[in-house]
């Protein structure tokens, strides 16, 4: 079935218009004495930059110390929450070594470190959370189509601050994991890394960000933030299908 493009156009427009006119409309006092209704389009909490927009519509960039105590409050209450743009990267490193005297038996460590950079020059991104998944592959599908599946080998949280304009770091704790090597009907299994998913959560649970290294999955999971939401419910050690849901 085709889609109208414009219905859909103007309903996302209508949308729109009706999320502005149900913004509150509050009383605001400067220290001078004067008061106006206004709605509150954006505020910089480092800054103390505030835009409003009076009920004859127009609309001005001002101080927050313009305006009296309580004033101030509601403008802080009632403010759009400023998002910290952030840019997230993932580094996985991966190092094998034979398992005892086994020609076909590998020993894999796995390390991974984050970085979340913060682009925005006047907000910092405070109390969010990452989430590292590491995800390994069966390898005895080498030898039997029906187990071709994965695990959850790590499940590692890690609380995130990155101040504007700055880049923070963290590093992940290495696993260890072994497997059959040899991709042949003879392989006797194990779990070889396959790849990551990283979810970055802000200080209300709301997801900021996900990356992936897992092709399959990379498309629905950072375009769909419920699917994100339920991934965030793995545990470690569950045993999932290649897209990682529950097998």
């Known amino acids: ?32 004495g004067r008061s106006m209704q206004v709605d ?67 020993d894999q460590t796995i390390t991974a470190s984050i970085t979340v950079e913060n682009d925005s020059r006047d907000i910092d991104f405070n109390d969010g959370t990452g989430t590292l998944f590491l995800i390994a592959r069966q ?37 260890i994991t072994s497997y059959d090597s040899d991709r042949d009907s003879s392989n006797v299994g194990g779990w070889e890394y396959y790849g990551y998913l990283f979810i970055l959560e802000d200080d209300e649970k709301a997801i900021k960000e996900v990356v992936t290294s897992i092709g399959n999955l990379k498309k629905d999971v950072e375009s769909d933030t419920t699917l994100a939401k339920k991934l965030l419910g793995l545990k470690q050690e569950s045993i999932v299908q290649k897209n990682l849901e529950k097998r």
């Not at 219905?7 to 006092?29: H, N, P």
């Not at 305006?67 to 990267?89: H, M, T, Y």
Request: proline share 3%; charged share 25%.
């Open 1 to 32: 079935m085709a889609l109208d493009m414009k219905a859909i156009s103007l309903s996302i427009a209508a949308l729109l218009l009706a999320t502005v006119s149900m913004a509150a409309t509050i009383q605001v006092t400067d220290t001078k």
């Open 40 to 106: 509150v389009l954006a505020h910089t909490p480092n800054t103390g930059q505030t835009k409003i927009k009076r009920t004859d519509g127009q609309v001005f960039n001002v101080n927050i110390n313009m305006f009296d105590e309580a004033s101030q409050k509601r403008i802080v209450e009632n403010a759009p929450k400023p998002s910290a743009e952030l840019l997230v990267g993932v580094s996985v490193g991966k190092r094998r070594k034979r398992q005892g005297d086994s020609s076909y038996m590998k």
């Open 139 to 175: 390898t005895r599908r080498y030898a039997e189509d029906d187990a071709d599946y994965g695990k959850v080998l790590s499940k590692q949280t890690f609380r995130i601050t990155t101040k504007a304009d700055k880049e923070t770091s963290y590093e992940a704790k290495p696993v």
